[in-house]
């Protein structure tokens, strides 16, 4: 899971950005508009209601050291949900 920053905006929100999400499981890229500038629950709500409520949890997700992953809501989140957050080294998913 990573982003991809700095796209021109486009759509009727203006989104510059895109989550990257790759489902080892179904072996599919899952691409999410959104903007550079979301917060960490932004990041959790866009998880929630466009992936997590159609798939299910995640088993694992690996990311690298964005703080939006390494802040105090996402450890509780998996903490709570029993999911592994794992990190990679930075510029190698």
Known sequence: MDWVTALPPSGDKC???CLVIVDRYRKTPI???CHKDDT???TALLLWIRVI???GLFKSIISDRDPKFTSEL???LHRLFGTKLS???EYHP
């Open 15 to 17: 989104y510059n950005a």
């Open 31 to 33: 691409f999410l508009p």
């Open 40 to 42: 960490a629950m932004d």
């Open 53 to 55: 409520s159609h798939t």
């Open 74 to 76: 996402w450890t509780n």
């Open 87 to 89: 990190f990679s080294t």
